[in-house]
């Protein structure tokens, strides 16, 4: 114990044997103290201040291309949103157009079955127009030849020549009978 009070009490032993053991000069200490601080002063202004503006724009470049980031997906979300909407009102609009087109295709149709329809009548009433009059034609020329031919056979039948009024009368009278 004696001897580490004895090394407490002095101070210069231990500074002597530092010294001696490795070669501490205190001019050559603080002229390299000096040189540290000066080393330390130029770093911390010309290397230490550019490296940390370096970083901190290079800080400010990441967060701005951040926020950039969020305003794109914010875009576009909002631009598939607006596909979206703009589909299905397209969609909606395709539908209508189509449930207009089936309304006006399903008019349309009735409207030619009509006129088809009406027009097949016109046809009918037509063509009992012409049944008629080509039998009232074919009735007029049967009454004629059959007048004619009741003339003839009553001519040779009776064996004189009839005369025109004699002829219009059987003929009128066969017309008749086939009248009634």
């Known amino acids: ?65 951040h926020l950039n980031a969020e305003k794109i997906k914010q875009q576009l979300a909002e631009a598939e949103q607006r596909h979206a909407e703009i589909l299905a009102k397209a969609n909606a609009e395709a539908q209508k157009m189509i449930e207009e087109a089936r309304t006006s295709a ?34 007029t020329q ?3 030849e059959l007048g004619r031919l009741v003339v003839e056979t009553t001519a040779k039948v009776s064996g004189k020549i009839l005369t025109p009024d004699d002829q219009r009368r ?3 009278e066969a017309a008749r009978t086939l009248s009634a």
């Open 142 to 144: 049967l009454k004629r």
């Open 106 to 139: 399903a008019h349309l149709a009735d409207r030619k079955q009509q006129e088809a329809i009406a027009a097949a009548e016109q046809i009918l009433v037509k063509a009992r127009e012409a049944s008629a009059i080509e039998h009232e034609r074919t009735m």
């Open 1 to 65: 114990m004696n001897a580490t009070f004895l090394a407490a009490a002095s101070l210069g032993g231990p500074l002597i044997m530092t010294k001696e053991i490795f070669g501490w000069d205190p001019k050559l200490f603080f002229a390299q103290v000096i040189s540290f601080i000066i080393v330390a002063y130029l770093l911390k202004r010309f290397a230490y201040k550019p490296i940390l503006g370096v970083l901190e724009q290079r800080r400010q470049q990441i967060a701005q291309a």
């Open 170 to 172: 059987l003929q009128e």
